[in-house]
């Protein structure tokens, strides 16, 4: 049996694995680097690193963690510049000083191992058991691992969901969310070929927001498709998507939210 809970955040991109012994906090998305691009785009805004080392420090002290896995994508660009290397090296040193770090790599942290501090912890793309509270956590741009399929639940990022809201003036606004899907087990298991090991029933999988809060995102109500082979494997009915608010407000079903907006104006 589990024995550990898990809960999302209130008002943060985070969750918390709390269990007698110890607490871990879980983030995504973390892509340090990413004002580097949207500078080369124009947009001139100064490093963003310290903050985001200063909002962990916060949040690890706040719930007590003894423990920080980042699901994947700790720095933006595939092909990284020198400064973007430095400030990931920066970031991972000033983290770990303070908490204990694991990553699971994401679809953006190409060589990575080359500036990790020895104290990090990099696991492999398809993903890791946190035994604790028997959850699978991966980046989501990967296949899990077979076995990981026998988890209770599956924690992901990589899609850095969010919503379009719109008035009748046509003003639209973007607010992210997290995004619970339930997925047949037996379903995914044939899509990986693995006849040989054959879980029953439905597995939870639950869509973390991006941590950078300058990432925003591509609105998952206006039938935009959803990334990673879990997601757009045509397993999951995307209509039964359940969407919920960073302050917990519930939005109901995703099919729901897009008949809501239907006919509203694009901004």
Known sequence: MPSATLKPMINEPALIFSSKNSNVLC???????YEIALGQAGFRIPSQTGKLVEKLYNLTR????????????????VASFRRELRECELFLT?????????IIRGNHDFN???????????????????QECNTALIHGHAWPKPELLQAEQIVMGHNHPVVEFRDVSGARWLKPVWMEIQLDRIKVTSQLEKTSFPPNGLINIL???????????TPINTDTELLGPLLSSKLINTNDISLTLPDATYLGKLGELRRCFEGFPHG
Do not use: C, Q, T, Y
């Open 27 to 33: 983030v995504a998305d973390v892509h340090i680097g």
């Open 94 to 102: 000033e983290v770990s000083s303070f908490v204990d770090v694991e």
């Open 207 to 217: 869509v973390m927001p991006a941590f950078n809060p300058l990432l925003g995102g």
């Open 112 to 130: 990575i191992e080359k500036f990790l501090p020895e104290n990090v912890v990099l696991h492999s793309s398809r993903g890791v058991l946190l």
């Open 62 to 77: 706040k719930v007590n963690a003894k423990k920080l896995i980042i699901l994947g994508d700790v720095k933006h660009g």
